[in-house]
């Protein structure tokens, strides 16, 4: 089968399977505030504690390495497992609002000793204080680091590579070339 056959197929699976997804998730929470109401417990639609314990368990799985910044990251053994979500809730609580999940420097497994609700802004800052690849970002489509440059205020594309490493030192040339270009001008 080609890419492109493959790609038809699984545009007609979903297109044949979105309603049963759609209905099926409306069973689920349907039953879910059913639940909530035989326990009487009142529902938020702000449950965004539950929310981000199943993303991160969807991230940690990785299962079809997407992502290559989750490849070895893991969940403990404490958020995990048939009690995993309401530990989870006692020891993260409920996020403030304008906060998601995020792991110190975005390094490490997901645990209580590593992870914290931070704002947008503050999970930026710490990928830049980590990322000491300056210009060098990855991909997601091409699945690759893709290497640029500012040089007076624009961005200049200089390529998709394999490596990390090679994007770097094709970032580095262009730097030293672009140096040149501004000391000879001066």
């Known amino acids: 089968m080609t890419k492109q056959q493959k790609k038809i197929y699984d545009q007609q699976y979903r297109a044949a399977h979105r309603k049963e997804k759609t209905e099926y998730a409306a069973g689920y929470r349907a039953a879910h505030l059913k639940e909530l109401d035989e326990h009487n417990t009142e529902y938020h639609a702000t449950h965004r504690a539950e ?4 993303n991160m368990h969807q991230r940690a799985e990785n299962n079809n390495g997407k992502c290559p910044a989750y490849a070895n990251v893991k969940v403990c053994r404490r958020w995990s497992g048939p009690k995993g ?10 996020p403030p609002v304008g906060t998601s999940l995020s792991r110190f420097g975005d390094v490490g497994d997901y645990k209580p000793s590593n992870c914290a609700w931070h704002t947008l802004a503050q999970q930026r800052a710490e990928a830049e204080q980590k990322n000491k690849y300056r210009g060098i970002t990855w991909h997601r489509l091409a699945k690759k680091w893709m290497s640029q ?11 998709l590579f394999v490596s990390k490493e090679e994007a770097k030192a094709t970032y580095d040339s262009a730097l030293c070339s672009a140096i ?3 000391q000879r001008a001066a």
């Open 51 to 54: 929310t981000a314990w199943h």
């Open 85 to 94: 979500q309401a530990n989870f809730i006692t020891d993260m609580g409920q």
């Open 149 to 159: 440059i500012e040089v007076e205020g624009k961005n200049i594309y200089l390529g």
């Open 180 to 182: 040149q270009l501004c």
